[in-house]
């Protein structure tokens, strides 16, 4: 490991706002906060790191680190790069807005509408037994909301093809 990970270098004033600023990204986005912590650090910096190198900066758990990696990689908003001589992953940050947003809606998204399909059938099934006064209440509901499904499964594609996918 590098000497200046060694010394658990404390982060500078430009490096704290930056990685404060993806902290606030992905609360928003309602991701773990070592997700943004991770992705700040490794986009302001400009050296790749290893999850030890990425534990000790932030300060943060092994585990935190790791599941903030693994999701960041599925995300496609990181990529590992070779270091001759060293056998751990090193991580760089993805800049291509582009790719980190294709990736979110691969990932965060598009299984969401595709189950919204079954479970509106499910909720169909459901209601078919339903024999309260409120049923055509609850029918106009259901409708509205395969409505909304049918949009969605037409428009994610689209969206997807716009962003680059």
Sequence with gaps: ??????????????????????IRMAD???LPRSVGEIYGLLFISA?????DDCRIRLNISKGSTSQGLKILRSFGAIRTVYIPGDRKDHYVAETSLRKMASG?????????????????????????AHENDDRDVL?????????????ASKMLPLILKLIGN
């Design 1 to 22: 490991m590098n000497q200046v990970l060694e010394k658990k270098e404390v982060l500078s004033e430009v490096e704290r706002e930056v990685i404060e600023l993806f």
């Design 47 to 51: 050296d790749p790191f290893c999850l």
């Design 104 to 128: 979110f809606a691969g990932e965060q998204i598009q299984p969401h509408v595709h189950n919204g399909k079954d479970r509106i059938v499910r909720i169909r099934e459901l209601l078919d």
């Design 28 to 30: 928003v986005l309602n």
């Design 139 to 151: 029918e106009e509901k259901i409708d509205l909301l395969e409505n909304w499904q049918k949009r």
